[in-house]
């Protein structure tokens, strides 16, 4: 049992063993469809909190074979279903969080990457295999040893692209995801691949390391949309377990309506359970202060329509324009579109509408003291 490579199920014993846990586990079973298939790429972007870190110690805890975690899986969801034995903790797993990296490496990221999962590797294969070679040829391998194909989990996969202003560095870090997921050695070791960000694949003219992926937003999850979040229904079955009024946590917490689903806030809704008391759990991320930037400034009316949105109005939005990337904001649109992928607004899709998702984020950006 590895760090990087093939790690163990602690982060998912914890969660299970949480005071309030929700299980999720149905999330696999999609997974399990598109393993081992040419669908095996799946990125999923939400706002923090929304449970992708979770879902993300999950995946290792059930592909691992770092662990047994037969016991943590009993009378889940995903344990009656016929793909549950077949797939339990038979794959090579490689967890990586980028922003751990970034935090503590930012221009030397994708060496040092390189340097922890080859450490790992050593452990288990030793002078087997040649580490010098760039990491699609080491991986393929290890499969060539093992016969075990991997799954490659990445969390905060985009920290790189919302953080990294040198092109060359954002250049040779997708340059890096293609080795992973699109050489012509990935399409025999690689059996899945699950990244999570907070915003979607950036669109780079002339990059294409990750236009294999399918995506699932905070404008469309699909068949995902109930595994990040909490569903209205279960709210409802928690407001009766913790005696809490479900019109109040909804007014605080709900507005997400996402594929005709409505989410829950989940991190907000669980601290509002536990400490029985409807409150402001909302923390500022470091992506929205450079959105905050346009706000104050009031580019190009962007202040006003905020405040008009706080006030109940809906505001037209093009989402289509937005390049998925906080640093090259190009218009309101783009503004308006970032905000909604960051959480600070919820999105109409039918009407193609932004508006303000809830008390608790109205309370966030009144914090902003924009009038």
Not at 19 to 32: A, M, P, S, V
Not at 153 to 167: C, F, L, T
Not at 351 to 359: D, E, F, I, S
Request: hydrophobic share 40%.
């Amino acid at each position: 049992m590895g760090i990087y490579f093939n790690p163990g199920n602690g982060s998912f014993t914890k969660d299970k063993n949480s005071q309030l846990y929700l299980d999720k586990t149905g999330l696999i079973e999609y997974l399990n469809r598109v393993i081992c298939t040419n669908a095996n790429c799946i990125s999923v972007s939400h706002a923090r909190r929304f449970g992708k870190s979770h879902a993300a110690g999950m995946i290792d805890a059930y592909y691992s074979r770092g662990c047994n975690s037969s016991d943590l899986f009993e009378n889940t969801e995903i344990a009656s279903k016929d793909s549950y034995a077949v797939h339990l903790n038979k794959y090579n797993v490689i967890h990586l969080d980028v922003s751990s990296f970034w935090d503590a490496y930012k221009d030397n990221v994708i060496k040092k990457i390189q340097e922890y999962i080859y450490d790992e590797l050593k452990q288990v294969y030793g002078d087997q295999i040649d580490y010098t070679k760039m990491i699609s040829a080491v991986l393929m391998s290890v499969y060539n040893i093992s016969s075990i194909p991997f799954v490659i989990i990445i969390d905060e996969w985009d920290s790189v692209i919302r953080n990294g202003g040198n092109k060359t560095l954002v250049h040779n870090y997708l340059q890096f995801l293609h080795l992973l997921f699109k050489s012509e050695e990935s399409k025999t070791f690689l059996a899945l691949a699950y990244i999570t960000g907070i915003l979607p694949i950036k669109k780079i003219k002339d990059e294409s390391a990750l236009n294999n992926f399918r995506e699932f937003t905070m404008l469309k999850s699909k068949q995902l949309t109930r595994y990040f979040g909490f569903t209205e229904d279960e709210v409802k079955k928690l407001c009766l377990t913790y005696d809490m009024d479900f019109e109040s946590i909804k007014a605080w917490y709900n507005g997400y309506l996402i594929d005709g689903l409505h989410m829950y806030n989940p991190n907000s809704v669980v601290q509002a359970m536990l400490d029985h008391d409807y409150d402001f759990y909302w923390k500022n991320t470091s992506s929205f202060e450079s959105i905050n930037t346009f706000i104050t400034m009031n580019y190009a009316g962007l202040k006003d329509d905020v405040l008009a949105m706080l006030s109940g109005d809906k505001i037209r939005v093009n989402v289509n324009t937005f390049q998925n990337d906080i640093t090259t904001v190009a218009s309101k649109d783009d503004a308006l579109t970032a905000l909604i992928h960051l959480g600070y607004l919820a999105y109409d899709a039918n009407r193609k509408m932004a508006y303000m998702p809830n008390h608790e984020v109205s309370m966030a950006l009144n914090l902003l003291q924009l009038q």
